[in-house]
């Protein structure tokens, strides 16, 4: 019996086949002169040092990828916002060796209620070992991923913005706000909804701009819970935007529409909650002692494309919409999950010719369901009569089991399916952290790696060894001969024929080293 090859990759001191060119590619200027240019010091610079960026350069150093991460604020932020992980992104940090330090800071929460705020509970046998919400503050979340990349080796500069690029057919020279100019490979623009990378690029980002607003904040009130609890459930009859829930010790988590659509770079002040609270509840509850005031609008875009040249997008800088639903940040960790390894594959030089053509192929079509189901919660939470009818009639329909099911999975993420081509409804899909002889199967994927579970025992990854680990007899839960699995645990392939294989392998992995 074979058990988990481990086969170590290359140092980035070794020499590998660096991509030279690619190819006729829109937007891209001629070759500037080497006497211009300034000297190569990385594979990769990442604008935009939140979730999606620090995910992204820990993806890539998992394959000694040279990352430098840029972000502009000098400090992270020092507000205390709770996000919810949900539970694609959950599966996404046990894959990498993260959720148990993840799982300290966090909260555990039931994985029901999602879609527009309609209480359903959480259906039965969900298909996943980690079928709950994890709340946890947001700067926590963002130190956590930061650490994890920095401790895989990647750079991280604080207070440096960038202000200019120019690509090439070898790379991209990126200037800094202080002048400064450094020189990557690539450049991926994780810098979030209003993008400096996305605007000097020149991608559109068409969409509908915010036609309400809602404050948003914690703290603390000075009237009894009975008191609230009783007003929130009358106004909550009418207005699903409204909430005034407890959120810790003394802190209530405060949501209360806006008068209008005013500037998101301003924050609201804590008049602004007193008046709207006043305005619609009848009182101001007595709120005092805030831990932080934000507003978000329900403005809803899209990129239309996420590269151009050696230039990416991901996570805000691709796609923003409201946050109902709680899709944002989990949106941009799994765009970094899908980008990390084919780019690093590209960098590596065994990536298949259209291997990072696929990032947008794959990512796009799921930004575009999510904006579309934020619009649709978004109708769904109007005080209008007809928003209101459709709202009762989706209530009852949720009562059905395969309706509230489609759309938890379709919150979480847990529902996508890559188009991969004709195959078992498996394929394209990621498979749940099964049981194996040793252990779990997501332990296995903490490297990165594609991984062959092999039924039968009479397969091998032969020379892929250095990109693909295997597994033989994994699990009697398997019902398929064998899974071939990306690196980000998504089903590549199924069958039990060694060609057919290889055909997949050279598919997703590029040449064998052999």
């Not at 935009?48 to 040279?66: Q, W």
């Not at 919400?133 to 750079?155: D, F, S």
């Not at 780019?343 to 053509?357: K, M, S």
Request: aromatic share 6%.
């Amino acid at each position: 019996m074979r058990s988990l090859q481990i086969t170590a990759e290359p140092s980035s001191t070794d020499t590998v086949e660096r991509d030279s060119t690619l190819g006729d590619v829109p937007g891209l200027p001629s070759p500037a002169s080497g006497a211009d240019r300034a000297p190569l010091m990385f594979d990769v610079i990442i604008a935009g040092c939140g979730p999606t960026g620090a995910m992204l350069a820990a993806e890539l150093r998992l394959h000694d990828v040279r990352v430098l991460v840029l972000e502009k604020e000098t400090e992270p932020v020092s507000f205390v916002r709770i996000v919810g992980l949900h539970i694609r992104s959950i599966e996404l940090m046990a894959m990498r060796g993260l959720l148990e330090r993840i799982l300290e800071r966090g909260r555990q929460r039931p994985a029901g209620g999602f879609f527009a705020a309609i209480d359903k509970p959480v259906p039965e046998g969900l298909d996943s070992a980690h079928a709950y919400l994890l709340g946890i503050p947001q700067p926590v979340i963002v130190h956590l991923l930061e650490e994890h990349a920095i401790e895989l080796g990647a750079q991280v500069r604080r207070g440096c913005a960038v202000a200019d690029f120019e690509q090439d057919d070898d790379g991209v020279t990126v200037e800094l706000a202080d002048g400064e100019r450094l020189r990557s490979r690539y450049l991926v623009g994780c810098d979030g909804g209003r993008s400096t990378v996305r605007k000097l690029l020149g991608v559109g980002f068409p969409g509908e701009p915010s036609r309400t607003e809602t404050l948003m904040g914690e703290m603390e009130v000075g009237v009894p819970q009975e008191e609230i609890v009783a007003k929130v459930t009358e106004i909550r009859e009418t207005d699903r935007r409204f909430s005034l829930g407890p959120f810790g010790e003394r802190v209530y988590r405060v949501i209360v529409p806006a008068a209008g659509v005013g500037d998101r770079a301003e924050p609201p002040t804590l008049e602004d909650f007193k008046q709207q609270l006043r305005t619609i509840a009848g009182t101001d509850f007595g709120v005092h002692s805030p831990r932080w005031l934000s507003r978000f609008g329900d403005a809803t875009r899209l990129a239309e494309r996420y590269r151009v040249g050696r230039v990416l997008l991901a996570g805000d800088a691709a796609h923003i919409h409201p946050p109902i639903g709680g899709q944002g940040l989990n949106l941009g960790v799994q765009d970094a999950f899908n980008l990390g390894w084919k780019l690093a594959a590209q960098i590596r030089g065994w990536a298949p010719e259209t291997l990072l053509d696929t990032y947008q192929a794959e990512r796009h079509p799921v930004a575009e369901d999510v904006l579309d189901n934020t619009r649709a919660q978004m109708e769904l939470l109007s005080t209008e009569p007809g928003p209101q009818a459709v709202r009762r009639l989706l209530t009852e329909l949720m009562d059905f089991d395969e309706v509230n099911r489609h759309l938890i999975e379709k919150i979480t993420a847990i529902g996508i399916r890559y188009d991969l081509g004709a195959g078992p409804d498996l394929l394209g899909r990621r498979l749940r952290d099964l049981d194996v002889k040793q252990g779990h199967l997501y332990d296995l994927l903490h490297r990165g790696r594609g991984l062959l579970l092999d039924r039968t025992e009479r397969l091998t990854v032969g020379g892929w060894s250095d990109r693909v680990d295997y597994l033989g007899d994994p699990t009697a839960v398997l019902d398929v001969p064998c899974v071939l699995l990306r690196p980000d645990g998504h089903v590549a392939w199924i069958g039990d024929d060694q060609q057919d294989l290889d055909d997949h392998l050279s598919r997703w992995f590029g040449k064998p080293a052999n």
